[in-house]
Structure formats: C-alpha cells, structure tokens
T-cell receptor
Framework: GQQVMQIPQYQHVQEGEDFTTYCNSSTTLSNIQWYKQRPGGHPVFLIQLVKSGEVKKQKRLTFQFGEAKKNSSLHITATQTTDVGTYFC?????????????FGSGTQLTVLP | KAGVTQTPRYLIKTRGQQVTLSCSPI?????VSWYQQTPGQGLQFLFEYFSETQRNKGNFPGRFSGRQFSNSRSEMNVSTLELGDSALYLC????????????FGQGTRLTVV
C-alpha cells in the first residue's frame, strides 16, 4: 500500500552540528505532519505543513514541504542534547474509503556532547 | 485541559491470554486511533474510531479489535496473545474532522511471555 518513506533511520551528530531527516511519498500528499518522540516517551506533534513549497520555522527547526507535495524535510541547526529522540513524519494516506495517518519509520537522532 | 490517558501503563501477560487496553481522549475529541510500536516496525496503524464507529482499520489480524463508547473513551482488545504482540500500544486522539494533529497518550507497554 501507499507508504511514507523516511531516511535516514539513524543519525549520530556531534553537539553543534546540523541534522536533517527526509520523507518521501510516491503520491501527492494533502498535508504532512512532524512528530518527536523522546526516549521512553510518546510522539509529540511538532508541526503540520499544508501548502506546496511551504517552509516553517520553530527556533532551530526548519520544516519544508516540497513543491510537488511529495516530500518533506526537517532540519535542525546546531543540535543540542535536548534534540535527542526519534523524529517521525506522518501523512494522511487513503485506505479504502477512509484516510489514515500513516507514519514514516522515523529517524533516531543521537547527539554526542 | 487533560491529555490523553492510557491505562494500564505496563502489562505482562502469558501467551494465549487476552488483554484489554483503555484510552481516554482529550475532552471534545471524537476520534481515537490506536497504533502498535515496535523497534523493528515503527508505528503501525491498528484502527480508528469516530463517534463509536470504526472508521478505518490497518492490516492486523482479527485478534485485534476495539470499540468506542459514547463518551469517546476507547478500548482495544487482543485475544490469544502471541509473543510477537509484545509492543508499546499508543492511543491518539484528535478532533475527528480528518487525519489532523494527533495527541498521543503515554502508551501501554505490553509484554507477552
């Protein structure tokens, strides 16, 4: 079925380095959401992108939605140890007559002090 | 506003037993979705309930079932437990107009021995 592919699966960075995770879909998405899950925690909503080419920023985090609305990225500038966790993208994907929020496999970020 | 509450937080069951997990959504939210999270498979969609009706279902065997009550609280049941059912089960609530921002509970950690 339709999926949202996310890469990389793991990323280790030195504190202060940048980090980027990417999501791709073979079909056009109506919107894409990003979540963060801290170790031992639950996913927490970060942001939703809806418009083609949309760019949103939250402090050191920059989210982009591709022009074709088939891909998205999350970029963190100058990572800190508090950024540790798994970042998921999620998008509504049609399944039969309904749409379900389908998650990418996640990128697990480790920040080395 | 209280968040999403899942009970119990931890559960240990024996193969062949059945288990019922509970989820109380955020007040006013009518949609409740259930996900299974395992290290190897990520977040897998189980089903979604809206106004007491199952609106969507993922690719899980019939041993996995759920229901939603008139107050939007939801339960999921797993019968004839298998070792492979060991996972974190997450419940997410949303307003219900579509696959919008999801608010996750802390999850129930199920271990099948």
């Amino acid at each position: 079925g339709q999926q949202v592919m996310q890469i990389p699966q793991y990323q280790h960075v030195q504190e202060g380095e940048d980090f980027t995770t990417y999501c791709n879909s073979s079909t056009t998405l109506s919107n894409i959401q990003w979540y963060k899950q801290r170790p031992g925690g639950h996913p927490v909503f970060l942001i939703q992108l809806v418009k083609s080419g949309e760019v949103k920023k939250q402090k050191r985090l920059t989210f982009q939605f591709g022009e074709a609305k088939k891909n998205s990225s999350l970029h963190i500038t100058a990572t800190q140890t508090t950024d540790v966790g798994t970042y998921f993208c999620a998008a509504p994907i049609s399944s039969g007559s309904a749409r379900q929020l389908t998650f990418g496999s996640g990128t697990q970020l480790t920040v080395l002090p | 506003k209280a968040g999403v509450t899942q009970t119990p937080r931890y559960l240990i069951k024996t193969r062949g037993q059945q288990v019922t997990l509970s989820c109380s959504p955020i007040s006013g939210h009518r949609s409740v979705s259930w996900y299974q999270q395992t290290p190897g498979q990520g977040l897998q969609f189980l089903f979604e309930y809206f106004s007491e009706t199952q609106r969507n279902k993922g690719n899980f065997p019939g041993r996995f079932s759920g229901r939603q009550f008139s107050n939007s609280r939801s339960e999921m049941n797993v019968s004839t437990l298998e070792l492979g059912d060991s996972a974190l089960y997450l419940c997410a609530s949303s307003l219900g107009g579509g696959p919008t921002e999801a608010f996750f509970g802390q999850g129930t950690r199920l271990t099948v021995v």
